[in-house]
Nanobody, 127 residues
Framework: QVQLVESGGGLVQAGGSLRLSCAASGRTFSASTMGWFRQAPGKEREFVAAISGNTYNTYYADSVKGRFTISRDNAKNTVYLQMNSLKPEDTAVYYC????????????????????WGQGTQVTVSS
């Protein structure tokens, strides 16, 4: 079973940067697609970015493309989300998630395709 713990959230001014980390436990991490989602108050949870297991293919939501970068270090069982040029509309609770379906032919971008979730970390961007 995979367990996920996020860290790195905080308060930052618009235009600033943050790096989120998600530490995973479990033997299936390296083969699992890992995703980041976010949920702002009163809004549904939305996809942010994902990275596949061994091939490291990445996919981003249009709203963060060019500003956010997802990466992973399988030796450390950790996935990262580097967030640059932050905007107030990026304010949300950010969740790390693991897709445990083996050999999926595409990078999952829907929350229902992810099996394990972290507790979330708050990111607040002030204007």
């Amino acid at each position: 079973q995979v367990q996920l713990v996020e860290s790195g959230g905080g308060l930052v001014q618009a235009g600033g940067s943050l790096r989120l980390s998600c530490a995973a436990s479990g033997r299936t991490f390296s083969a699992s697609t890992m995703g980041w989602f976010r949920q702002a108050p009163g809004k549904e949870r939305e996809f942010v970015a994902a990275i596949s297991g061994n091939t490291y293919n990445t996919y981003y939501a249009d709203s963060v493309k060019g500003r956010f970068t997802i990466s992973r270090d399988n030796a450390k069982n950790t996935v990262y989300l580097q967030m640059n040029s932050l905007k107030p509309e990026d304010t949300a609770v950010y969740y790390c998630a693991a897709d445990l379906t083996p050999y999926r032919s595409y990078v999952a971008v829907n929350s229902y395709e992810y099996d394990v979730w972290g507790q979330g970390t708050q990111v607040t961007v002030s204007s």
